[in-house]
């Protein structure tokens, strides 16, 4: 692993000093703060190694991150917005709200990598997620045969919701919205993020949920619960990697770098993995948990970011389109 060595940003030495800590505002998913989300343990790094007051701010799921700041514009508190992914780019970018990173490390990453904006700290595959013991349909015009019932996150608010238009436009291309009226009928109900899903299917509200190939690996090694799994869909399955950035009119720029550059070392890393159950964008020395190799598909769809800001209206106006007749 690239070792990347912060420097501690020093207090003024002037009386009072002490009560003027720097503070450092990240915008984020609501699911990364949680208490057993990545937020508290990166909380408790970095604020060891800056002398600051790390303050995270929640803005629902990571597509409503981006259209909270455009919104907001150059008034925005935030200093860097931590959860927008590769699908975002290139509409992020147009927001010019953001500015380069100027970090360099060896990713870990399944696909080439290089945006001199927008810096990966976590990845994985999307994945249709059900219970061990109940219905497994092997893809999605299989599911649309079954009975079974699914949750799914809207693309206009969530990632994964993007990601699972986008992964059905990959995979299907002009068939995609004779696959969506298909599905739309085992479609119980759209949240505006991937937390409220993924509760609906705990509580047993749907047979299956849009997730991660990784979601069962949570339940297996945090709660010792091997009765969830990830299924392999013969489609392939789409890959998103999770991005930070540093807005441009940020009052904290050295303090929002050495967060990019902190973003990329172990002490934030180490915890991704068995945290936000995600792969993380730089390995640990320390390898990955047990079974994460395991829960690699076959078959990676994936669409640059350009492509995937040309195919994300049409995509969602399929999916609209079947789900309201």
Not at 122 to 149: N, Q
Not at 306 to 311: Q, V
Request: glycine letters at 8%; a negative charge.
């Amino acid at each position: 692993m690239r070792r990347l060595t912060l420097p501690l940003l020093a207090l003024a030495a002037a009386p009072g000093a002490a009560q003027d800590v720097p503070v450092l505002t990240v915008l984020t998913y609501d699911s990364f703060v949680s208490e057993w989300g990545p937020g508290p343990a990166v909380e408790a790094a970095f604020e060891e190694s800056c002398g600051c007051d790390l303050q995270f701010v929640t803005g629902g799921d990571g597509a409503a991150l981006l259209a909270r700041v455009q919104l907001e514009g150059e008034t925005t508190e935030a200093d860097v917005v931590l959860g927008l992914d590769a699908n975002l780019i290139a509409q992020a970018r147009e927001a010019g709200l953001f500015a380069p990173h100027g970090q360099e490390a060896a990713l870990d990453l399944p696909v080439e990598w290089s945006d001199d904006t927008f810096l990966p700290f976590d990845w994985g595959w999307f994945s249709v997620v059900g219970r061990a013991d109940g219905p497994m349909p092997r893809s999605f015009r299989d599911l649309a045969d079954s009975d079974a019932t699914l949750v799914i996150q809207d693309p206009r608010s969530s990632t994964p919701g993007l990601g699972l238009v986008l992964w059905i436009e990959a995979a299907y291309g002009a068939e995609a919205p004779a696959v969506w009226e298909a599905l739309a009928d085992n479609i119980v109900t759209v949240t505006p993020g991937w937390t409220e899903a993924y509760n609906l299917f705990l509580v047993g509200e749907a047979d299956l949920v849009l997730s991660y190939t990784t979601s069962p690996a949570y339940h297996l090694i945090a709660e010792e619960d091997a009765g969830f799994a990830a299924l392999p869909f013969e489609e392939g399955h789409y890959l998103q990697v999770e991005v930070a950035a540093k807005l441009a009119g940020t009052d904290a720029p050295e303090l929002a770098d050495a967060f990019l550059a902190f973003m990329l070392t172990e002490g934030f890393q180490d915890v991704i993995p068995t945290t936000n159950w995600m792969y993380p964008a730089v390995t640990p020395e320390a390898g990955l948990p047990e079974g994460f190799e395991s829960l690699r598909p076959e078959t990676t769809l994936y669409l640059p970011s350009d492509e995937a800001a040309a195919l994300r209206e049409p995509a969602v106006e399929a999916w609209r389109a079947a789900l309201s007749q």
